[in-house]
């Protein structure tokens, strides 16, 4: 396949167009695309304007992939502390392609690198424009930028799907276990307990970061609540690192079994998950290993109900954290057996077709990364 190499400044076009008091939106930028920004009362008249198509980022935040393809907006307005950009010749690159370029590691480490050494970082268009890259025909271009829309497509779709069965399930356990119940006159064989009489308050630990030895990439699943946050999922079954037996038996991490309900406690709290396999975690979640009378269904959302509350109640010296104690006193309605299991049964299968889905998100997202890996050969600077 023949490939022609180009300056990324050989490619792109800086807009320098202002705002003339524009009726558009207005946006920020960071790694995940465009955002409302924080600051609404603004003098928007040095606002720069950008067009579908164009791209658009915070030149102090390159090193984080912090620019977009805007494909959404007909017009709108950024701050004037972002640059923008546009494909001078489109029958050369397609902007979609480009994207694909510059949302690699690869290009992120550019701009680190050409961050270096200054009092702060910028990464502008001028530096970037040095970046170099390997063009195929406008063919090869369509198919790949092709195949990324459909998987793409199918992850929002996916993502819909599993927030209606989650609404569908947060309603059901509002209708069942909130709504016309009245705490002080619960109904028969209910009452009030605490969380230690939903199942067991699990804590964690983390090995010694300075041995080696007790980390590895395919071994004990090990979480911290980074995994939580990055994956954004309600299962999981691993995190970024696993550690050794030798890892495990040198703290005081305990394994978890399938089903437990992971909940983060600091840094931050409230973070949840279930468990998919056998696991431990770092000192960062109480976790609950639910009560078989009790089961995982109410334990997930009584926990989820009262998340906020937890983070808000909790204090720390350096940062906010709830202790194994405390979490073990929260108070919680305790039901019958018969209700949680009838709850259970109702639910169970809402989180088995959640978690099918989840599992082809991820293989979807395996197929991104096989795409960008295939971007590689054409990315040479």
Not at 82 to 102: A, G, K
Request: net charge negative; glycine share 6%.
């Amino acid at each position: 396949m023949q490939l022609t190499r180009y300056k990324l400044g050989d490619l792109i076009v800086q807009r320098r167009e202002k705002n003339q008091n524009y009726d558009v939106p207005i946006r920020g930028v960071s790694k995940d695309g465009f955002i409302r920004p924080k600051q609404q009362e603004a003098d928007t008249s040095i606002y720069n304007v950008f067009y579908k198509y164009d791209f658009v980022f915070n030149p102090a935040r390159m090193e984080l992939n912090s620019i977009a393809l805007n494909l959404e907006y007909d017009k709108a307005i950024c701050s004037s502390l972002y640059e923008v950009f546009y494909i001078r010749d489109e029958s050369i690159v397609l902007p979609e392609f480009l994207n694909l370029h510059i949302k690699r590691d690869e290009f992120a480490r550019f701009c680190e690198y050409i961050g270096l050494g200054s009092a702060r970082e910028y990464c502008r268009v001028a530096n970037i424009s040095e970046y170099e890259v390997l063009l195929p025909p406008l063919s090869v271009q369509q198919e790949i930028v092709q195949a990324d829309r459909l998987i793409k497509r199918r992850i929002r779709l996916n993502e819909q799907i599993i927030q209606k069965l989650e609404d569908t399930a947060q309603t059901l356990y509002r209708n069942t276990f909130i709504d016309n119940i009245d705490k002080q006159n619960l109904p028969p064989g209910w009452r009030i307990g605490t969380i230690d009489d939903l199942g067991e308050v699990v804590g964690g630990a983390t090995p010694s970061t300075n041995n080696p030895d007790y980390w590895c990439d395919n071994g004990i699943a090990w979480l911290s609540p980074a995994d939580l946050s990055k994956q954004s999922t309600k299962f999981i079954y691993k995190g970024a690192k696993d550690i050794t037996e030798l890892g495990y038996n040198s703290c005081s991490t305990k394994m978890l079994p399938k089903g437990t309900v992971l909940f983060s406690s600091r840094a931050p709290i409230g973070l949840m998950a279930i468990a998919t396999q056998d696991l431990c975690t770092n000192q960062g979640f109480k976790s609950i290993i639910p009560q078989k009378d009790i089961g995982l269904e109410y334990v997930y959302y009584y926990l989820l109900s009262m998340k906020d509350i937890i983070a808000e109640e909790s204090t720390g010296s350096t940062f906010d954290e709830v202790s194994g104690q405390r979490m073990k006193d929260y108070l919680a309605i305790i039901p019958t057996k018969e209700a949680t299991n009838n709850f259970s049964q109702i639910i169970n299968p809402i989180f088995n077709r959640q978690l099918l889905i989840e599992q082809e998100n991820e293989k979807l997202t395996e197929l991104q990364s096989l795409l960008l890996a295939k971007m590689g050969q054409y990315n040479k600077p």
